[in-house]
């Protein structure tokens, strides 16, 4: 489903000379980013370059200082513009028609793995008990965790947690989801099955903003990978493009070093062309 | 054993009046120390400023003094209250500056990440707080909520000087009117202890049934 619907209401998110400081620290300094539907997104950049404000921003978790914040047509104006009432109707519009997937996870710990599934379409879509069980024992087998329907969150592993908060975003049927670092706070062999469940949902043509340093990730779900720094977009392109050929100077420090971080590709295998020509670059 | 068996009625009326005090003062206390914690953590300055001033007032000043003011006082400017209801109202007045702190500190031990869980579900501040945050919160305040319970059972004794027979004035009036002081206070005071062990077993028990999605 991507490319299509190319009218004016082709962006599912719209993001236009966003600010926000917390305190004396300026931590967005004018972002300016487009997202259209059925598009997967991944922000990259350096800790501290504002990545979570910004994601954050999009549904307004975080109160940007100024600017303006459009999601699935829905705008809220950033600095006071707006009055208080409908400002928080704008909010409440963005948030029923976006889901965000935690870095750690915030499952409900008091609920089971369909408890927490099933919360927000029972206390936020007002759907009937058995509809969301059924939609929610659906949604944990998509993430393959019928079998841990009734487990709490306590007993379940950390990718396990991180399927369940996917599902619990899924059930309020989004029409965009946004992760900040979904497995940041995972064991490195746990990326892998929240991975694979992204991927699907990306294959779906779910529209998705994935704050991530996964490479892999970004090279093979990804439509566009958006790099920030110090606050700002710094560069945006296609993930091969980018992931290849990054052209500005940080850009290619950045990813010299999260590199590192990812297992090096098999000594005869891919053209070990990425880091001669991230030599080359430099 | 005599003065037992003799004045048994007598104290169980007492015992059933210390009960009564105690029980209907703490759901009093909870059903306005919860508002009062809400306004506590509201974003409205005027609310908070309201529940500061009271928890201070009422956490500030000796419970005797407020059970007085209530009986003694009040009729001064025409406001007549009969002794069990005088005692209760100064007891739930009392009771919920502190259980208002008790459920404020469960509220705020919530991480901030369940709140933006919900929050960015669109979920409704009510049904945010009754469905996310009010089971997690009890979990945690339910320790020093038993407690206080039970500190208000204990506290319910003042009410004898109000002239209200509950345990304590009648082990005094069974002590003045047959010199048995030892035994009667000492049947008083097992009747309290009673009481506040089974409050303890309840306790245990609830914490135990809120504790298990977290074994
Ligand atoms: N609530 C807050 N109050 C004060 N400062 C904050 C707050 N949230 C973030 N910051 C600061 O804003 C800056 C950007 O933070 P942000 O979390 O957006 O960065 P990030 O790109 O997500 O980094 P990371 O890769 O480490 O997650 C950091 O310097 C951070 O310390
Ligand atoms: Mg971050």
């Known amino acids: 489903m991507r490319d299509d619907d190319k009218g004016g209401g082709a962006d599912r998110i719209a993001i236009r000379a966003l600010h926000k400081r917390f305190g004396a620290l300026e931590v967005l300094k004018g972002v300016d980013l487009t997202v259209a539907r059925g598009e997967v997104v991944v922000v990259m950049g350096p800790s501290g370059s504002g990545k979570t404000t910004l994601i954050r921003c999009m549904n307004l978790l975080e109160e940007p200082d100024a600017g303006t914040v459009t999601v699935c047509g829905r705008t809220v104006e950033c600095g006071g513009a707006m009055r208080r009432r409908e400002r928080a109707r704008q909010v409440r519009a963005i948030r029923h028609r976006t889901a965000m997937v935690f870095q750690q996870f915030n499952l409900f710990p008091h609920l089971t793995a369909l408890g927490n599934v099933a919360e927000g379409p029972l206390s936020v879509r007002g759907m009937p008990r058995e509809a969301a069980r059924v939609l929610g024992l659906g949604l944990l087998d998509r993430v393959g965790l019928a079998d841990k329907a009734d487990e709490y969150p306590a007993r379940l592993s950390g990718g396990q947690k991180q399927r ?55 090279r093979e779900a990804a439509d566009r990978v958006v790099f920030m720094d110090g606050g700002v977009v710094l560069e945006s392109g296609p993930p091969q493009e980018f992931l290849n050929h990054p052209v500005h100077p940080r850009a290619q420090a950045f990813l010299r070093l999260v590199a590192h971080d990812t297992p090096a590709p098999p000594p005869g295998g891919e053209p070990p062309a990425r880091p001669a020509r991230w030599e080359h670059a430099r | ?178 010199f048995r002081y030892m035994e009667a206070f000492a049947v008083a005071g097992l009747a309290y202890w009673l009481i506040n062990t089974l409050l303890s077993v309840g306790q245990g028990a609830l914490e135990r049934r809120l504790g298990r999605a977290y074994a």
């Open chain 2, 1 to 178: 054993m005599d003065l037992v068996v003799q004045d048994f009625p007598q104290l169980l009326e007492a015992m059933g009046i210390t009960l009564l005090l105690g029980v209907v003062s703490f759901v009093l206390g909870c059903a306005l120390g919860l508002p009062l914690a809400l306004a506590r953590i509201s974003g409205y300055r005027l609310l908070r400023g309201v529940a500061i001033a009271y928890v201070s007032v009422f956490r500030g000043t000796p419970l005797l003094i407020q059970i007085m003011l209530v009986y003694y006082g009040l009729p001064q400017l025409g406001v007549m209250i009969e002794p069990v209801p005088s005692a209760i109202l100064a007891l739930t007045l009392y009771a919920a500056a502190y259980l208002s702190e008790n459920f404020r500190a469960g509220v705020i031990a919530v991480d901030r990440g369940q709140w933006e869980a919900a929050q960015s579900m669109g979920m409704p501040y009510g049904r945010l707080l009754r469905r996310i945050v009010a089971p997690q919160a009890v979990r945690v305040a339910l320790p020093p909520i038993g407690s206080r319970f039970i500190a208000l059972m204990k506290d319910t004794s003042l009410a004898s000087v109000v002239t209200v027979v509950e345990l304590t004035r009648a082990a005094e009036s069974i002590g003045s009117s047959t």
């Open chain 1, 164 to 218: 369940v908060a996917i599902a619990r975003a899924l059930a309020m049927e989004p029409e965009v989801v946004l992760f900040d670092e979904p497995t940041s706070a995972l064991d490195p062999e746990l990326h892998a099955e929240v991975l694979a469940v992204m991927r699907e949902l990306a294959r779906d043509g779910m529209t998705m903003v994935v704050v991530t340093h996964e490479v892999q990730f970004a």
